[in-house]
Structure formats: structure tokens, C-alpha cells
């Protein structure tokens, strides 16, 4: 099943926080992020197991949390780079070959 | 940057016609997968590779089929090309398995438009 990210688009200006959640219906082994800019390939960001873990990547950070399902990417003191899509990927089990993303978050950074 | 390289990047080809997507990798990652990216989609899993002629399906394999005859090389074919198909598809490579919680590192993308 295909987590269901939010918002579906957000509009920041530089220095702004934003937060993006990545919800799924079954039960969640691992997260995964990605940022896509427009016209170029996913780049990996970070990957949160399950167990609550927070990763920090510059001001960029994501929480995991196992009882809601649920993973929170957060991006602090926004900067003009950071806009462009944002995809979680899920894993659903130890033994899974197959992430399924979500259908991205666009953010936007505006000066 | 991993070394991914997609062929070709752009093609145009009519309905009915055979098409073979080529991912050519330098970093002797066992795993390749090939994905398709719409709009409001997301990024969908087609086929995948677990080693050298091993492979399974995705979620959206319908109309696809892969090969893998050597590490390096990942082939993605339609058999029969329908405008369903026009996509962007991108090859991804990661050293281990999803389930050891591994990266994917994703090719530049073949944009493909069936008339």
C-alpha cells in the first residue's frame, strides 16, 4: 500500500520551518527520504528504522514513529536549496525488496 | 555521484513497437531496480534484480520484462509499447537489499513517449 504523504504542496520563505508527514496503513519496518529537484533524478536523504530513531542531515532532520505508522521529515531555517519534491519510501517487513514511495510533497522556498 | 548511466535519455515510439531501456552501472551494486515516475503517482517499482539473472516483479510489471546478464547491466523491455507507458522511468542501484535498509541511487531517467 502506498503511504500517503502531507501536505501535497507548501510554500516557504527562506528561514521558515516546515515539517512533512508520511503516514501508511500497515505496519512500517523502515522509512526512507528523498528530495527530487525538477528534471533531475531522486537524491537519498535519509533512511529511519523503526524504533523512534531521529537522523539529522544539516538542518534537515526525521523523527519515526512506530505506534502511529507515521514518519516526520523536518527542514529548519529553510534555504532557496531545499525546494523540490519530497518522497518517502516505506518498507513493510525484514525481509522486503520493495520500497514504495509516496506521491511526493512539493516544497517551494521563496525569498 | 553513483555511476548510473541510462540509454537512452529521451525516445519517441509508435504503439505496437518493441522498446529496450538500458541501465549501465560502475559500482558492482548486486540490486538494480527499474521504477516508473507519473504524475500524481509517485515513483512505481516494475521489475527488480537480486543478481546476476535473478529478478522479480513489481507492482506495476504488466507489459514489462528484464534482464540481467551481467552486474553491471539491467535491460528493461516493452514488449509491445501502449501510450500507458509514457513515462519517465529511472533505473536505481543500491548495495543491499531493501530489507538491510539500503540507499537507492538513482539514474539520470529515460523520458519515454509512445504516439
Known amino acids: 500500500q502506498q503511504p500517503v504523504q502531507s501536505p501535497q504542496a507548501v510554500i516557504l520563505r527562506e528561514g521558515e520551518d516546515a515539517v512533512i508527514n508520511c503516514s501508511s496503513s500497515?505496519?512500517?519496518?523502515?522509512v526512507h527520504w528523498y528530495r527530487q529537484k525538477h528534471g533531475e533524478a531522486p537524491v537519498f536523504l535519509m533512511i529511519?528504522?523503526?524504533?523512534?530513531e531521529q537522523k539529522g542531515h544539516d538542518k534537515i532532520s526525521a523523527s519515526f514513529n512506530e505506534k502511529k505508522q507515521q514518519s516526520s521529515l523536518y527542514l529548519t531555517a529553510s534555504q532557496l536549496s531545499y525546494s523540490g519534491t519530497y518522497f518517502c519510501?516505506?518498507?513493510?517487513?525484514?525481509?522486503?525488496?520493495?520500497?514504495?514511495f509516496g506521491k511526493g510533497t512539493k516544497l517551494s522556498v521563496i525569498p | 555521484d553513483a555511476g548510473i548511466t541510462q540509454s537512452p535519455r529521451h525516445k519517441v515510439t509508435e504503439t505496437g513497437t518493441p522498446v529496450t531501456l538500458r541501465c549501465h552501472q560502475t559500482?558492482?551494486?548486486?540490486?538494480m531496480y527499474w521504477y516508473r515516475q507519473d504524475p500524481g503517482h509517485g515513483l512505481r517499482l516494475i521489475h527488480y534484480?537480486?543478481?546476476?539473472?535473478?529478478?522479480d516483479k513489481g507492482e506495476v510489471s504488466d507489459g514489462y520484462s528484464v534482464s540481467r546478464s551481467k552486474t553491471e547491466d539491467f535491460l528493461l523491455t516493452l514488449e509491445s509499447a501502449t501510450s500507458s507507458q509514457t513515462s519517465v522511468y529511472f533505473c536505481?542501484?543500491?548495495?543491499?537489499?531493501?530489507?538491510?535498509?539500503?540507499?537507492?541511487?538513482f539514474g539520470n531517467g529515460t523520458r519515454l513517449t509512445v504516439t
Open positions: 534484480s537480486y543478481g546476476v539473472k535473478d529478478t
Open positions: 519510501g516505506t518498507a513493510h517487513g525484514a525481509g522486503s525488496y520493495q520500497l514504495t
Open positions: 559500482e558492482n551494486h548486486r540490486y
Open positions: 529511519l528504522l523503526k524504533g523512534g
Open positions: 500497515k505496519a512500517l519496518y523502515s
Open positions: 536505481a542501484i543500491s548495495e543491499r537489499g531493501q530489507k538491510d535498509n539500503s540507499p537507492l541511487h
